[in-house]
Structure formats: C-alpha cells, structure tokens
C-alpha cells in the first residue's frame, strides 16, 4: 500500500492524516503479521510512546484496525482487511506460537460465529489458536 492509498483510507475512515499516523498506519500496512506498540515504537523509533499511541486509539474508534490479546502479554493490532466497515464477520483466526513467540493471521479460517443470548450483541471476537508453528516443529 502506497502512501497515497493510506491518506485515501485514513480520510475515508474520517482521520486527519498527521505525519505519524500515516508512519503508524503505513508500518501496520507492511507488516507481515500483527504488531504490538512495542514493535511499531522499534520501527518508529523517533516518535515518541504517547503519539503513536493515541494514534492507534483513533484508528481503533474508527474501525481502521483491529486489536486482540494473543497470550504474549500485549496487544496486537493489524489493519482491518475491509476498506469499508471493520466488523466481526471480517475477524479471522489468529495462531500463536508458543515456542518463538510470534503470532499469525489465518486469513482463510474465519472465526466461528456463535448465538448470543437474546439481547446481547457482539462487537468484536478474538479467537487465537495456540500451540508450535511449523517452522518451531522441526
């Protein structure tokens, strides 16, 4: 994803695309698998904690990311796959690997959708999976 294609999202999403949001949301758009804020501060190490911070609270209130808690002890946040609407039935599975410690997107195991007592409603799902990656098995 190119620049101009990240301030097209951001100003779909209906955010002012600041000099760190579009460095955030252009790591998050390379990135080979979901990051934590450590390791989006490790690639933008000359911005400061709290901005990259605040910047991905914005870009998860308007729905352009999605975060989970995979088990390492800090949040993972990937962009939505969708460029309209990131909703639950966009979610996919995520792995876990308890041996290197790197999580994976299962892009094509869709999260299982369940019935909810009347009255309740669903706004987001984590389901992670959890065990040795194949490249740790060998």
């Known amino acids: 994803m190119n620049m101009n294609d990240i301030v097209k999202r ?70 939505c796959d969708n460029d309209e609407e990131c909703n639950v039935g966009d979610m996919h599975t995520h792995f876990y690997c308890e041996k290197c410690q790197r999580t994976f997107c299962l892009r094509n195991t869709q999260v299982p959708i369940i019935e909810l007592p009347d009255g309740f409603t669903m706004t987001s799902v984590n389901y992670m999976v959890k065990g040795v990656c194949d490249e740790c098995r060998e």
């Open 10 to 79: 951001l100003d779909s999403k209906g955010i002012r695309p600041t000099a760190v949001r579009l460095l955030v949301a252009q790591v998050l758009a390379e990135a080979t698998s979901p990051l934590s804020l450590a390791d989006i501060e490790t690639v933008l190490d000359t911005a400061p904690k709290s901005t990259i911070f605040r910047a991905l609270n914005i870009f998860l209130e308007h729905r352009l990311v999605h975060c989970f808690e995979d088990g390492s002890g800090s949040l993972k946040y990937e962009l």
